[in-house]
C-alpha cells in the first residue's frame, strides 16, 4: 500500500489580483501545486476540472458569491469533500454562520497572518491526506474480506 502523499492541489479563489499573489507567497514554502480563479464561476469550473485538495475561498466576489461556491460545491457528489478555507474581511459573527451553513472547513479574517495561514492549511492537507489513506486502508480490508468469503 503506497503511503506516499501526493503534491496537493490548491485553489485560490479571489477577484484582487494583489490577494491572490500575497496568498501565493505566502504558500510558496508548501510543495503544492497552486491554480486561481477570479470569480466564483471560474471557481466552480476550476473545482470540477481540476478537483483541488483545497480552495482558499474569498466570500465578496462577483458572479457568484463565496457562500454560493461553497454550498455548490458541497451539494455536487463528485466535489463535496474538497476542503474549503473561507477568507475574508467580513469577521462578524454572522458573517461566520453563513459559512458554517455553507459548509465551509474552517475561516482566516482579512488581512490573513502568514503564519495562521500557513498553520491551517498544513493541518487541513494533513487531515485530507489521513482521510484518504484511511479510504484506502478500508478498500483494502473490504478486499481482503470479499476474497476470505470466497475461500470459504
Known amino acids: 500500500m503506497d503511503t506516499t502523499p501526493d503534491r496537493p492541489v490548491i485553489l485560490i479563489a479571489d477577484d484582487h489580483p494583489q490577494n491572490v499573489e500575497l496568498l501565493e ?3 510558496s514554502g508548501i510543495d503544492c501545486e497552486i491554480l486561481t480563479a477570479a470569480d466564483g464561476e471560474e471557481t466552480l469550473q476550476v473545482v470540477r476540472e481540476q478537483k483541488p485538495d483545497l480552495v482558499l ?3 465578496m466576489m462577483p ?13 455536487d457528489p463528485e466535489t463535496s469533500n474538497t476542503l474549503v ?3 475574508t474581511a ?7 454562520e453563513r459559512g458554517v451553513q455553507a459548509g465551509t472547513d474552517d475561516f482566516l479574517t482579512k488581512p490573513v497572518n502568514k503564519v495562521e495561514l500557513l498553520c491551517r492549511v498544513k493541518s ?8 484518504n489513506q484511511l ?4 478498500a483494502y480490508l473490504s478486499e481482503v474480506e470479499e476474497a ?3 475461500r470459504g
Open 85 to 87: 478555507l473561507i477568507v
Open 57 to 59: 475561498l474569498d466570500v
Open 90 to 96: 467580513l469577521n462578524e459573527a454572522a458573517d461566520f
Open 124 to 131: 487541513l492537507l494533513r487531515v485530507r491526506h489521513l482521510k
Open 135 to 138: 479510504d484506502r486502508t478500508l
Open 25 to 27: 507567497a505566502y504558500l
Open 148 to 150: 476470505s468469503r470466497g
Open 63 to 75: 458572479r457568484v458569491s463565496g457562500f454560493e461556491v461553497c454550498r455548490t460545491i458541497r451539494a
